[in-house]
């Protein structure tokens, strides 16, 4: 599977086998022209990306969502600091008490695992599968996400690279 920057498409390295999806991470330019930036501008940054992107902390609250996000998610994934991953997909885990990250299920999650670790050593991860049982509006389904995790600074940039409908909930 090719790796190539979210930003200016460039190829980045290989993971995994042979595949037609993309991962994305950050080439070196890329991270640098961020890191220059102000924090402030990050929000307009991840507007450039035409898949969705959510910025978050090492316990998944988001901070910031690009257009995309906000296009498959809802609105309320642009309210700043209120609202974290699991709540953002409808994960039943998170409608529990404590929310999300503190069901007993949470500590085998790979998107608030690939979140904190990418968190706690800097380094990217590419190509994460985490699958969650939402129980939203839309009533209830198991779904696969795809993602890769990048670190910006103090945040996470969370790269949904795809959400795949599972076999129906027994
Ligand atoms: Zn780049």
């Known amino acids: 599977m090719r790796v190539e920057c979210a930003w200016c498409r460039k190829y980045l390295r290989d ?3 042979v595949s037609e999806s993309v991962s994305h991470g950050i080439c070196e330019t890329c991270r640098d022209k961020l890191m220059r930036s102000v924090p402030v501008s990050i929000p307009r940054l991840i507007e450039t990306f035409d898949f969705p992107v959510l910025l978050v902390d090492n316990d998944v609250v988001i901070h910031g969502a690009n257009s995309a996000a906000v296009a498959i998610l809802g609105r309320r ?32 999650c790979v998107l608030r695992n690939s979140v904190a670790a990418t ?52």
Request: charged residues 30%; proline residues 5%; contains cysteine.
């Open 15 to 17: 993971v995994g086998p």
């Open 119 to 170: 968190h706690a050593d800097g380094r990217p991860r590419q190509n994460m599968v985490s699958r969650h049982r939402l129980d939203g509006d839309t009533g209830r389904r198991d779904v696969a996400v795809r993602i890769s995790t990048e670190k910006v600074g103090e945040m996470v940039l969370l790269m949904v690279e795809d959400l795949v409908e599972e076999a129906a909930p027994r």
């Open 77 to 108: 994934v642009a309210v700043i600091g209120n609202l974290k991953g699991g709540d953002a997909i409808s994960c039943e885990n998170a409608a529990g008490e404590g929310g999300c990250g503190r069901s007993p299920h949470c500590a085998g």
